[in-house]
């Protein structure tokens, strides 16, 4: 089984930055990817970023030039560098994983992100 924690949501004024993480743990396929999905209310659940396990990314356009994933694969924790935060950034975000041989999905509980104008 694998487990995620996030940390790192709250409120933040538009135009502002914010840093989420996420620290998986449990039994961790070496090649995986790594992300960030979000969902606002009455909307379904979007890709915002993802990261593999050899660093290659993948970013929604409404957020690239804006947000930043990377990772640390030592700790098997993924982070989301988000600036310049837009109130339709509101959502809750959700980490995954992505075991690379089983291609199954594990979610994180999902933190808020509230942007006000």
């Known amino acids: 089984q694998v487990q995620l924690v996030e940390s790192g949501g709250g409120l933040v004024q538009a135009g502002g930055p914010l840093r989420l993480s996420c620290a998986a743990s449990?039994?961790?396929?070496?090649?995986?990817?790594m992300g960030w999905y979000r969902q606002a209310p009455g909307k379904q659940r979007d890709l915002v970023a993802s990261?593999?396990?050899?660093?290659?990314?993948n970013y929604a356009d409404s957020v690239k030039g804006r947000f930043t994933i990377s990772r640390d694969n030592a700790k098997n924790t993924v982070f989301l560098q988000m600036n310049s935060l837009k109130p339709e950034d509101t959502a809750v975000y959700y980490c995954?994983?992505?075991?690379?041989?089983?291609?199954?999905?594990?979610w994180g509980q999902g933190t808020q992100v509230t942007v006000s104008s």
């Open positions: 995954y994983i992505m075991n690379g041989l089983t291609r199954r999905n594990y």
């Open positions: 990261i593999a396990s050899d660093g290659s990314t």
């Open positions: 449990g039994t961790i396929f070496s090649i995986n990817v």
